[in-house]
């Protein structure tokens, strides 16, 4: 007979738990929640977060039975006094949703009552704690990390957790380490578990896919000051002439400099170039910029008539989609392997049109998690925020076909052989801005593009990314995949009413989940309109949400 059970198995470590959290205290008036990208704010008010995910992240282990559950410090694009932490899952992907809401729930309990809240999430989760329990963790560059990793090193001994320090890396070479470790001697096996395994298969992959093409010329890479500057530099010596780097914003010592003017958060927001390569590009040279733990990819280049031209996330999955559809029925697979792309509401509507009129095309909610797992019903799944986050996924099946397909003629064998180097090349796992990199350098190089040629592929509708502070940006709720606010009520219907004062007019409005501010979109067809409509919803959400009219900013209308 089963029931509930009334006690856990094996050994729950009430001691140790009581003694690592008191050295981790919560502060009463805080509160914290799983977001985004996890948990994300003052790097300085995080210790006991991460401690607790430390505990929590063994415990996940321990859920499965023992497989290495990663753990990222960092806060990615936010500036360099915030910090943050989330979980990875076995196979490098983003935590199960439903252990986000445990993970806010420690985070939140008071310090008398953690221990008792864990043995009741034990009990209830049924976790085993007799099985073993392995951890991976790195963080960024920033100034908080040092500390942050000590409080999840007391998470995973609380729990007696085996833990491994990959030091200071990049979000991607994290959740590639997951997986690799994870797959080790399986007929899945992802790579050799280290960060040399990481560049010697993106590299190698690389070389195979650009042989025989034309010299790539140099490439400009602003690391955003952040972690992405040493890995750069590493990859750079797999690389060699292959394709040759000229890094910027590489200083990661400086206080202050992360994602400061730099960065593909702010080229995306800004719509300009850091302004460190004022006077470095020379007209049509390829440059990008990636965030601070370089999971984002932004393109850009600027014209002949000085105009600076932005290459990001919409125009990557065009370029890339475009690109996989070609080579599928080249390699006379269009029958069997059909290719999806997933985007956001943040996609620029030109891309959406252009898309859609050759692929499927679907739209989810702002996050990484919510775009793998859309792009996962695909056979082969392009997915892409427009700012810069997203990768490829190829399905297990469409890794078996491509692997089995006998090509009839040279030219169905060659485009195989490139299908098979892409899926060495791309970071399945995650959003990966070297990665990425290197694969729109692939495509350049193939289809003998400019970034000139490439931005061409279609025009962006004008549009306008602002940012408003607000008193309680959580009073701010949508749903049609974030494209219409439910509450406030009535705002939806004002800005709908304003939507059609402008020609192709389209704007919503979302809480981030990784800042603290709600952010306002808007697109039209003049450079003037947007930024006048995405300002006049920016003033609405201001004087809606009860802003000081004081405070509110002028740019606003
Ligand atoms: C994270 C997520 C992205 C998301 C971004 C902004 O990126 O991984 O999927 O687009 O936050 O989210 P929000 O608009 O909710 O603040 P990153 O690069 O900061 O980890």
Known sequence: MSGPPVSIRGHFPHKEIEHYSSLHPKARHLQFSYG???????????????????????????????????????????????????????????????????????????????????????????????????????????????????????????????????GITTTPVLHYLVRAI???????????????????????????????????????????NGVGAPIAKKLAEYLGE???????????????????????????????????????????????????????????FIDERNYFLMLDGDKIATLVAAFIVDLVRLAGLAEQVKVGVVQTAYANGASTKYLADKLPVRCTPTGVKHLHHAAEQF??????????????????????KLEKHEPSTPAQSTALRHLNNLTQLVNQTVGDALSD???????????????????????????????????????????????????????????????????????????SGTEDVVRVYAEAVLRSQADELAFRVAGMVYDEAGGDPHRRPKEYY
Not at 139 to 158: I, N
Not at 188 to 199: H, Q, R, T
Not at 382 to 400: D, K, R
Not at 452 to 474: A, C, G, Q
Request: hydrophobic share 35%.
């Open 36 to 166: 985004t990208a996890g948990f994300r704010t003052l790097g300085v008010v995080l210790d006991s977060v991460l401690f607790r995910v430390g505990v929590l992240a063994a415990l996940r282990s321990k859920k499965l039975d023992g497989k290495t559950v990663g753990v990222m410090i960092t806060a990615s694009h936010n500036p360099e006094e915030d910090n943050g932490v989330k979980l990875v899952d076995p196979r490098g992907e983003m935590l199960e949703a439903a252990w986000e809401a445990h993970a806010t729930n420690l985070a939140n309990a008071s310090n008398e009552d953690f221990s008792d809240v864990l043995y009741d999430f034990v009990r209830d989760s049924r976790i085993d704690m007799s099985k073993p329990s392995r951890v991976v963790y790195a963080r960024d560059t920033r100034p908080t990390g040092e500390s942050l990793v000590k409080a999840l090193e007391d998470g995973l001994k609380a729990i007696g957790a085996e833990g491994r320090d990959a």
């Open 182 to 224: 994870n797959t080790k001697g399986t007929k899945e096996e992802y790579g050799e578990d280290s960060e040399d395994g990481y560049f010697q298969k993106m590299s190698e992959a690389f070389r195979k896919l650009v042989s025989g093409r034309p010299r790539i010329p140099p490439l400009v890479i602003d690391c955003a």
């Open 242 to 300: 292959t394709l040759p780097f000229v890094l910027y914003n590489t200083d990661t010592t400086t206080p202050g400099g992360l994602n400061n003017n730099c960065g593909a958060d702010y080229v995306k927001t800004q719509q300009k170039p850091p302004p460190s390569l004022n006077g470095v590009l020379q007209k049509g040279q390829r440059a990008c910029s990636l965030d601070g733990d370089a999971d984002r990819l932004m393109y850009y």
């Open 379 to 400: 056979n082969i799944g392009v997915y892409f925020e427009a700012n810069g986050h997203g990768t490829v996924l190829f399905s297990p099946s469409t890794l078996e």
């Open 437 to 511: 990199m290197l694969l729109v350098e692939v495509v350049l190089a193939h289809k003998a593009y400019s970034a000139i040629e490439w931005n061409s592929l279609y025009t962006d509708l004008p549009n306008r990314l602002v940012k408003v502070h607000v008193p309680n940006r959580n009073a701010f709720k949508t749903e049609d995949a974030e494209r219409r606010l439910v509450s406030p009520r009535g705002l939806q219907k004002k800005i709908d009413d304003l939507c059609k004062r402008y020609d192709g007019g389209r704007s919503f409005v979302r809480p």
